[in-house]
């Protein structure tokens, strides 16, 4: 994995203004840690920060299809292309020759060979920038899931982009201001796909080509979900989905460096562990596959179970390691260790934003960069539940019916909502109407099948959801909690093929033994413990010491006396309401409850600070 960055001007010589492409590139260096490239003409200035993956000495970059040819096209590349053996085979086929191992190399010449159509041929999970000196235009692509960013900003005469926002922010003719729409993004949680908070800023969609030239900005979809229907009975598909795991995660095995897994106990990160475990036997590998799960200290003895999650994870981590053979590590953290104003300062440094599922976040990094002392590339079980149909709000009739973005429901229940309206966040910025707006438009977009009515075709609706909201959301946060300690996440479950497959399977199917996840559940069914496979959901933990709730009032108070930019948002009566809540009414945590407010005040707080943020409502 590694980081871009780079400006295309076709009015100015660029090749006097290396320094700042440089810069640009140099606030990246978390995302690739081992070099540093800078590539520069005229018109087009391209960076790179490596993380070295496949082939260590050959997969420099930003590289030229041809080096030294001034006309020849050049890409700076992040990312992982899993079939890019098979496509390097049938381009020296057809006559193209190789003077590296790596992927980056494959990806320039599928462009000479295919043009533009080339990204109709790729798996994997990618974001790169393609200039093409013969035709002076810039390519921006990202993978069809979205699991690597891109983001890009237009400027008088050309346009910045890089793998996240701090890059671009970097570059002195943009600007860090938000407005009231970015506000609205940022509290609503919806993830509009190409929206990227700062004003002027875009981030490339999945799927998306942006194409920058001399007529300016223009973009296309080169794949998109579509309805189709499905004709396999039950045993062939359970078949399909267990032969198409199989093969994805052997082709993400695939590294010249160390490979683990992060693994939680729950059914897809056991999944996947389990299946990595096996192509490694098989391959022949002698060491023990190693998987990373986080606790807290004292969380078993303090757990009190609610609608999201029913038991601690760890003993049944040990048992899926213990069952495959892998070497487990817990990684084991306490409410200090998500309080370290060092460990904050790094996520929202990571995130470029306000962290959005509070203490989560803070233990993802921590559980990445202690995973970062033993390897550089982990397989996570994200997406497995949008597309299986794992949380709770696939199978609340309340919240299926709701006239809104299905997990605003258990928000709502858990007392965010309650939360954002008490500090006046929600009437200030019009959250309600911007949501039902950002709903209305995801739900155009969902390709249907002629004919399906009822339930089927709600729950169809349901997953298109999931599958280009939701997700998009925790990939983001996994890429930048993972990427800020140069650590390379592959998410099987993202595999386009699996995708493409599992959303048209009917819903009456996934859920055939009526529980959740049920096909997912029947195509590891002897490959795992059935206490795994027969275990509720569980999302990612989160802490219920109280102890955490109490550090988090603290310093929310601390904003009403220091002359918080919080106090330009909400009032400090709205604030002091909000700390009028019982102790341990905030217990639950994570991404639904009232206390992921009190974290988002505080990010926002230090956002505005530190990122020198302007705020313009």
């Known amino acids: ?70 006309d020849a096209p050049v890409v700076t590349y992040t990312g992982e292309i899993y079939n890019f053996r098979e496509l390097r085979g049938e381009l020296e086929r057809l006559g193209h020759r190789f003077r590296t191992a790596s992927d980056t190399e494959v990806l320039l010449h599928c462009y000479l060979e295919w043009g533009e159509d080339f990204t109709q041929r790729l798996n994997g999970m990618y974001a790169f920038a393609l200039w093409d000196p013969r035709t002076e235009r810039l390519l921006l692509v990202r993978d ?46 919806v993830k509009t796909p190409g929206h990227a908070v ?57 590294a010249d460096v160390t490979v683990g897994t992060l693994l939680s106990g729950g059914l897809d990160s056991s999944a996947v562990t389990a299946l990595a475990a096996r ?35 760890t003993p049944f981590a040990i048992e899926v390691a213990r069952h495959v053979g892998a070497e487990h590590v817990v990684v084991e953290l306490d409410s200090d260790d998500v309080l370290d104003p060092e460990v904050r300062a790094k996520v929202l440094r990571a995130q470029d934003l306000p962290v959005s599922t509070g203490d989560m976040e803070y233990s993802l990094y921590l559980l990445c ?45 858990a007392g965010g909502i309650g939360a954002l309206r008490d500090a006046g966040i929600w009437d200030r910025l019009g959250l309600g109407e911007y949501i039902k707006q950002r709903y209305a438009e995801a739900l155009a977009e969902v390709p249907r099948l002629d004919g399906e009515q009822g339930l089927e075709a709600r729950m169809r609706e349901v997953g298109y959801l999931n599958i280009t ?96 930019p919080v106090l330009g948002l909400v009032s400090a009566d709205a604030v002091r309401k909000l700390l009028d809540r019982p102790v341990g009414a905030y217990a639950m945590g994570g991404p639904w409850s009232a206390r992921a407010v009190l974290e988002r005040l505080l990010e926002f707080d230090a956002w505005v600070t530190r990122y020198g943020v302007r705020v313009e409502l």
Not at 163 to 176: N, V
């Open 1 to 70: 994995m590694c980081g871009l960055a780079g400006w295309v001007s076709l009015r100015r010589d660029l090749t006097r203004h290396t320094g700042i492409a440089s810069a640009m590139t140099r606030t990246l260096e978390c995302r690739g840690p081992d070099e540093h490239g800078l590539w520069a003409s005229a018109h087009a200035l391209l960076g790179h920060q490596r993380l070295s993956i496949i082939d260590l000495e050959g997969g420099k970059q930003p590289m030229a299809a041809v080096p030294d040819a001034p």
């Open 144 to 189: 069809r899931m979205g699991v690597k960013p891109l983001y890009y900003f237009l400027t008088d005469d050309g346009i910045l982009f890089g793998s996240e926002p701090k890059a671009i922010l970097s570059h002195p003719e943009a600007e860090a201001v938000v407005d009231a729409d970015g506000l609205r993004e940022m509290f609503s949680i």
């Open 198 to 254: 700062f004003r002027g800023m875009r981030e490339v969609r999945p799927a998306t080509v942006v194409r920058f030239d001399e007529r300016g900005l223009s973009e296309y979809e080169y794949w998109r979900l579509t309805a189709r229907e499905h004709t396999d009975d039950l045993p062939t598909t359970i078949g399909r989905v267990r032969e198409l795991l199989e093969d994805i995660v052997e082709r993400q095995l695939v």
């Open 279 to 313: 192509a490694l036997a098989a391959q022949g590998e002698q060491r023990p596959l190693r998987a990373f799960s986080v606790d807290f200290t004292g969380h078993s003895e303090r757990f009190e179970a609610n609608v999201q999650w029913e038991d601690p994870d």
């Open 369 to 413: 960069r202690a995973l970062r002392e033993r390897m550089t590339v982990a397989l996570s079980g994200e997406a497995a539940d949008e597309l299986f149909g794992g949380y709770t709000w696939f199978h609340d009739k309340a919240a299926v019916e709701a006239d809104t973005f299905p997990w605003h429901h258990p928000f709502e229940q």
């Open 469 to 564: 909201r939701w997700e998009n959301f925790l990939l983001d946060r996994k890429d930048r909690m993972s990427m800020a300690v140069s650590l390379e996440v592959r998410v099987p479950f993202t595999d386009h093929r699996l995708v493409d497959y599992v959303f048209n399977v009917p819903w009456a199917m996934k859920t055939h033994d009526g529980r959740e996840k049920s096909l997912l559940r029947a195509a590891m069914r002897g490959i795992l413990p059935d206490s795994v496979l027969d275990r509720k959901k569980n999302p990612y933990p989160s802490t219920q010491d109280v102890t955490y709730e109490l550090a988090l009032r603290r310093m929310v108070e601390g904003l009403l006396t220091e002359g918080s």
